[in-house]
């Protein structure tokens, strides 16, 4: 044999033993943890060792393709609707059909809270999303009111509508285009910080906001802690908004032993004075954690709502002029002197319609995770005790087979029925749905309310391409001109 041959041989062997050595780790996940099962587990690849399927994952996220990921499942092994994967570290199971979503979901039993490290790391422990199903009963109950309930939401909706009306006159006098998304984010912020802090959060508010914005970044994130990654920037913003927030927790208990009034301003003083049956009350540190998760609730829902909301109108003029027309109604029977009333945004059923079109077809959250506490059998398939679970929403919401043109934004699809159980899910279902989507709403109903009567949108890049971490987004943030209409007469 001359030399090339023996190199040709050398570097055939070489190949051919990486190949194997590439089809032994390939598998090493798949031999490893589904032998341990010894269950009927659902179709499925476990990925790499280590690191499973997740840089998959999230590549199809971060780069425009959301759907490849599950429809390279369906491909490989039909249209199962559950399936097995590892993911941010984790065995896990995840389910795209309704009544598996549902069952799981509504079952409190069997399955607990399972967000990744990431998430319950950054947005608290203590708080709902790492709460044990008790505590997450009994949090939620001290919450219930000063969050949803029909009075705080009227009260919160005198500054909400200010708010919006201030902000959009300031956005259509700039000179320069500016990115939609991102002032609305602002101006969600704003809101939600004023709902939980009252005005003294104003000198502070910017930098809260930038801190947030890095911290949200890391929720989907791997947990890497390492500098450069996200979540390792991530943690360093928790840190500083868990200061901040914990000195303002410090100057209310100090300043509650001096007032004789006791009077309560804002979410704050209602946590600090709730307390459940027993007379326990919350712990700084879940006050704070509490905050942190309706940030996440009250403010990032609701900005890319709204800004979808918006943009979808714009795009469609049948449906705009239809939700227009009923806010020329509304107004009609607004008082002059107090302007729009919550009472009012409760009457606005095309708008509804409109926005539960919007959450369906955007996705704003593509998931949620659950943990198996025991081994459950569903749909002929074992998820072994310990598994997460991931309830992929986006896979329910854009099925051809519940939805007609299910990419197509169609208001009107709601006019005869409601959604069947577990087809419409985009606030979750079950003792763990959103407890901010009241809120949520109201947001939105109320920025379109405005938005319709008083101004229009000019896009500059109609068609930039759309990311989806953290959330579904226009790569550009919008960017656009805010145009008021002339001879309005919006109150």
């Known amino acids: 044999m001359d030399e090339l041959g023996f190199w040709c041989l050398v570097f055939t062997a070489s190949v051919g033993g990486f190949g194997v050595l590439a089809l032994i780790l390939k598998r090493a996940n798949e031999w490893y943890l589904v032998s341990r099962s010894g269950e009927s587990l659902p179709p499925g690849d476990m990925g790499w060792p280590f690191i499973g399927n997740t840089l998959s994952f999230l590549y199809s996220l971060k780069y425009g393709h959301p759907d490849s990921f599950i429809s390279n499942y369906v491909k490989r092994y039909g249209q199962t609707g559950i399936y097995k994967a590892y993911l941010f570290g984790k065995p896990t199971i995840i389910a795209a059909a309704p009544e598996v979503c549902r069952k799981i979901l509504t079952d409190d ?55 919006i009306v201030t902000s959009l006159d300031e956005w259509s006098k700039s000179e320069e285009p500016i990115e939609f998304l991102t002032e609305i984010r602002k101006l969600t912020f704003k809101i939600v910080m004023h709902i939980f802090l009252s005005s003294e959060i104003g000198p502070m508010l910017e930098t809260l906001e930038n801190d947030y914005t890095i911290l949200n970044h890391g929720l989907r994130s791997m947990a890497i802690n390492i500098p450069g990654f996200a979540y390792h920037k ?67 829902s609701s900005a890319h709502a709204t800004m979808w909301a918006t943009l979808f109108l714009h795009q469609n003029p049948e449906y705009y ?133 008083n101004y229009e949108l000019e896009r500059l890049n109609p068609g930039c391409q759309v990311r989806y971490l953290p959330h579904t987004r ?14 309005s007469s919006s109150i």
């Open 321 to 453: 002029q239809k939700a227009k027309a009923e806010q020329e109604e509304i107004l009609k029977s607004v008082s002059p002197e107090n302007g729009l009333s919550f009472k009012e945004t409760k009457q606005m059923e095309y708008l509804a319609k409109v926005i539960d079109e919007t959450m369906r077809v955007v996705n704003i959250s593509l998931y949620t995770y659950r943990e198996a506490t025991t081994d459950v059998n569903i749909s002929g398939y074992t998820i072994p005790k310990g598994w997460k679970v991931m309830m992929w929403f986006r896979g329910i919401h854009l099925n051809p087979e519940i939805y007609q043109d299910p990419k197509e934004f169609n208001p009107s699809r709601w006019n005869e029925s409601k959604a069947k159980a577990g087809t419409y899910i985009p606030f979750g279902i079950g003792s763990r749905q959103c407890p901010g989507s009241d809120l949520t709403k109201l947001e939105i109903t109320t920025f379109l309310h405005y938005f319709l009567l």
């Open 109 to 163: 039993t069997q399955f607990k809270a399972g967000w990744p490290k990431s998430t319950t790391e950054l947005l608290g422990k203590l708080a709902f999303m790492g709460s044990s199903a008790e505590e997450h009963k009994r949090l939620r109950k001290l919450t219930a009111a000063p969050i949803s309930g029909h009075k705080a939401l009227s009260m919160y909706h005198e500054y909400i509508k200010d708010a």
């Open 474 to 487: 226009p790569e550009d943030n919008c960017l656009a001109n805010i145009k008021k209409l002339p001879l």
């Open 234 to 300: 991530a943690l360093k913003a928790r840190k500083r908004l868990v200061k901040a927030l914990q000195a303002i927790v410090d100057q209310r208990r100090e300043g509650k032993e001096g007032n004789l009034s006791g009077e309560r301003r804002d979410l704050m003083d209602l946590l600090l004075e709730a307390k459940d049956e027993t007379g326990r009350k919350l712990y700084d540190e879940e006050i704070i954690d509490i905050i942190l998760m309706y940030l996440n609730a009250g403010h990032e």
